[in-house]
């Protein structure tokens, strides 16, 4: 799918503390924050990863218990009829178990899954509904993650509980190792022991040791963790989430609105250019010939001025239908292709523009109108608002894709996020996969990437 940016989002850092910005012990009194590896363990999104991985053990074994349970059941049952109604149970049993595992997981891990594609019921009645489950692909996906994420979850809650336990174990055992000599009769926490000797950990030296040992392991189980619950993103993402196939379906749809409105308004422009302009000025002329002939008898001199008037007019006319014409597809671009085209546009920008076309051969007539106009109107663009000096364009292929480059000197602040004709822009290009890049800060300069697919 494409996307659109509007230059550096300037969030702030990835990784633990998210949210912060480097200025943030500056706003804040004077205090500096601690480094990322010191104040991981303590930060809300290791504990919220660190329960996760344990609430899923439990959650896991119902799931496994539940899906092997009912599709047992099911398939023993396949000799009768009762079988396939256990089946289609089963299924839309893990697709409800699969829905709160995507609440957990956007509740824990902050990972927004998008809900699979419904059932697509033909008919009503219960063969309909399970026909469908049988059919639909992410019912099979979520009796697949039921049965394969308890032996991972199994895993990683062995793995972080023992590391989260030792490592804060050994890291306070200065505090409580006083428990073994007091109340257990030894001298320290016994590492090794037979008949002969025993090795505990009883004089500083050791128990400073143990103490640094527990601190690495501590600051390094929230990574551990972290580590872990990436798989658990994965199988979320892959087996609850909707398909590429269905996501992309989705998307055509959506780029198809896009389409389908795009021609519509197109459409409705051309209408109100022909009334407005063209067709209003010939209804003009017509009654301005009709005068004309109606003097012709009795002043001549009149009806000749009125002709010659009628003459001007034709010539206007004719200009606004040859913009018209242009403006729905140029004859220069589909005889000459985008060198010509490209250069003509600029002949009519208000301020000065070099081309630079550099292909190896012409794309795609469809593509090649969609550059056109991106072109055109970004050029519109810098005619109207950017109060530049100068402009630039460069268009070249990059692989399979077409790459468009316009840049000015003007002011800047171009932001389609205000629902501007870039806005507009963006989703023209999305409807054909492809993408539009807005850098442009206060002050300018002003650069803006099109991406499109070459399809020659």
């Known amino acids: 799918m494409a996307t659109t940016r509007y230059g550096d989002t300037g969030y702030g850092d990835t990784g633990y503390g998210q949210g912060y910005g480097p200025d943030y012990g500056r706003r804040h009194g004077g205090r500096r924050r601690l480094p990322t590896g010191l104040r991981a363990p303590f930060e809300a999104r290791h504990w919220s990863e660190l329960l996760y991985v344990l609430v899923s053990l439990p959650v896991s074994v119902l799931m496994f218990t539940y899906a092997v349970t009912m599709v047992s059941l099911g398939a023993g049952l396949l000799v ?3 079988g396939i109604p256990v089946l289609a149970a089963a299924l839309a049993g893990c697709r409800g178990l699969g829905a709160l595992e995507r609440v957990r997981a956007r509740a824990l891990l902050r990972l927004d899954v998008a809900d699979p594609e419904p059932l697509r019921m ?13 059919k639909s692909g992410s019912s099979w996906r979520q009796l697949l993650y039921a049965v394969l994420h308890l032996p991972w979850a199994v895993f990683s809650f062995a793995v972080a509980v023992s590391f989260w336990s030792y490592g804060w174990a050994m890291l306070t055992y200065p505090l409580w190792f006083w428990l073994f000599p007091a109340y257990a009769g030894q001298d320290g926490l016994q590492l090794y022991g037979d008949e002969t000797h025993a090795i505990y950990l009883d004089n500083p030296f050791e128990i400073g040791v143990t103490a640094v040992l527990g601190l690495l392991v501590t600051l390094a189980t929230p990574w551990i963790v972290r580590a872990l619950t990436m798989v ?3 199988l979320v993402q892959g087996l609850l989430g909707p398909s590429r196939l269905s996501a992309r379906v989705v998307e055509l749809e959506s780029d198809r609105g896009v389409v389908v409105d795009t021609a519509a308004a197109d459409l409705r422009r051309i209408e109100r250019d022909l009334h407005d302009g063209a067709q209003a000025r010939l209804v003009a ?17 009149a009806a000749a001025r009125m002709v010659d008037e009628a003459h001007g007019e034709v010539k206007t006319a004719l200009q606004e239908l040859r913009d018209l014409a242009r403006g729905i597809h140029p004859a220069v671009l589909t005889d000459r292709g985008l060198d010509a085209a490209l250069s003509a546009v600029a002949s009519r920008c208000a301020v000065p523009v070099t081309v630079e076309v550099d292909l190896p051969s012409r794309p795609a007539p469809a593509i090649e109108g969609i550059a056109y106009f991106t072109v055109s109107e970004l050029l519109q663009n810098i005619s109207k608002h950017a109060r530049a000096r100068s402009a630039g364009v460069d268009v070249w292929r990059a692989e399979n894709r077409l790459m468009l480059q316009v840049t000015d000197d003007g002011v800047g602040g171009a932001d389609a996020s205000r629902g501007s004709g870039l806005a507009g822009l963006a989703e023209r290009l999305d409807a054909v996969d492809g993408v539009l890049v807005v850098d442009s800060p206060a002050g300018g300069p002003t650069t803006i990437t099109a991406e499109l697919p070459w399809r020659g």
């Open 122 to 134: 033909r008919g009503n009645g219960l063969m309909a509904w399970m026909g469908a489950v049988f």
């Open 232 to 234: 658990d993103r994965l």
């Open 80 to 82: 009768t009829f009762l």
């Open 285 to 301: 002329l017509a009654m301005d010939l009709g005068l004309a002939k109606e003097k012709l008898t009795e002043d001549p001199r």
